[in-house]
């Protein structure tokens, strides 16, 4: 039907557009937050590229249904100005009508909306988990960039090296300054490698001499020595069971009903629904008076996003609280949120005759 496609069409083009500005929005201010914590040392250098690429796809489900949403409320909304939809309204079309190829246009994003959240979601989550606590786990030794003065990852030492190779595991010129209640400590080595004694690694410096202050009496002792070792820092693995739900399959989230999965589980099915229900949303948003030079509808719009997506965030805290039950949270707060949008539909289809049906006794009164 040329209505259906019309619309779809509409829709489409203003839903690619919007998606284009959200990505290069949220990616510029993603990659600026990274290249932060990479050299705040909270990240290797060299994966800044491939946690961006973690962080994006995490966050694509959220970019996608506001990017849907905004096409609705933008695409309609030049119809609206444009005298369009005053056109479609004297057919004999309602604004209920438009539902129907507004879903059909949203259908395949809603799906990739949907396998993103059930699968890549977790999937990203614990890659970028990984990928942060393998860098946080490397000896303090390993996270030195030769030639560089560089703290531990405590912050009670500081280190300086030279290596002998890009293999991070020996070095020489090693300088270390160590800072503790009882003192001052620096020490210097020509030589240095990494040795493993069962789950610790420890720092073996060869030639070299330690001199140390101590705080309270200031005394100074110098010592000399062949070989020294000092424990490199290295952290335990993160056991599976201690992941963070949002790195946790959806899968395991279903067998593992635990109150924390149950909320992440909210959280995941909740966005999805919302995405649907922003939909409906965006429909009777978008309808604007064209003889009206200032239009809120937009700002309006993205207000509702937000406390939206807020309240699906405190949805998911009082499940995983034990607050509020799984199936509570999802009825509760997007089924409230589809009866608000059919509503509003409805109060858009019936605002010109409940205008009239106010107006008509003032009018025929004056007539008198």
Request: proline share 3%.
């Amino acid at each position: 039907m040329l209505f259906d496609t019309t619309v779809r069409r509409e829709l489409a083009r203003s839903f690619g557009a919007t998606l284009v500005v959200i990505l290069t929005i949220v990616i510029t201010m993603f990659l600026i937050r990274t290249v932060g914590q990479a050299a705040g040392g909270a990240v290797a250098p060299q994966d800044v590229v491939l946690l961006l690429g973690y962080i994006a796809l995490g966050h694509l489900p959220t970019m996608l249904a506001l990017s849907l949403f905004v096409a609705v409320v933008l695409g309609l909304g030049r119809m609206y100005r444009d005298s369009e939809m005053a056109i479609w309204f004297a057919s004999g079309l309602s604004l209920t009508r438009f539902v129907r190829p507004v879903l059909a246009m949203a259908l395949p994003v809603l799906l990739v909306v949907g396998l993103l959240l059930l699968f890549v979601w977790p999937w990203g989550n614990r890659s970028s988990l990984e990928l942060r606590e393998r860098y946080q786990q490397r000896s303090d030794l390993s996270r030195v960039t030769p030639g560089v003065f560089q703290a531990s990852s405590d912050g009670t030492r500081v280190f300086f090296i030279e290596r002998d190779s890009a293999d991070s595991i020996n070095a020489r010129n090693v300088f270390i300054l160590q800072r503790t209640d009882r003192g001052e400590a620096v020490t210097s080595a020509r030589s240095g490698r990494l040795e493993a004694d069962g789950d610790d690694r420890f720092l073996v410096l060869e030639r070299g001499q330690r001199n140390e202050v101590a705080t309270a009496s200031g005394e100074r002792t110098q010592s000399s020595f062949d070989t020294y070792r000092v424990l490199a820092g290295e952290g335990a693995v993160r056991a599976a069971e201690d992941l963070p739900p949002k790195a946790v399959a959806t899968k395991d989230l279903i067998r593992q009903p635990t109150l924390r999965h149950q909320g992440e589980l909210t959280w995941r099915v909740g966005l999805l629904l919302a995405a649907t229900n922003l939909l409906l949303l965006g429909i009777g948003l978008a309808a604007t008076n064209p003889r009206r030079a200032s239009n809120w509808n937009l700002l309006f719009a993205l207000l509702a996003f937000v406390v939206y997506y807020n309240l699906a965030n405190l949805s998911q805290a009082w499940v995983a609280n034990g607050r509020l039950s799984m199936a509570g949270a999802l009825l509760g707060l997007h089924g409230g949120m589809l009866l608000l949008a059919l509503g509003l539909m409805w109060w858009r289809d019936h605002a010109a005759v409940l205008q009239w049906r106010r107006t008509r006794p003032s009018t025929a009164g004056a007539a008198a």
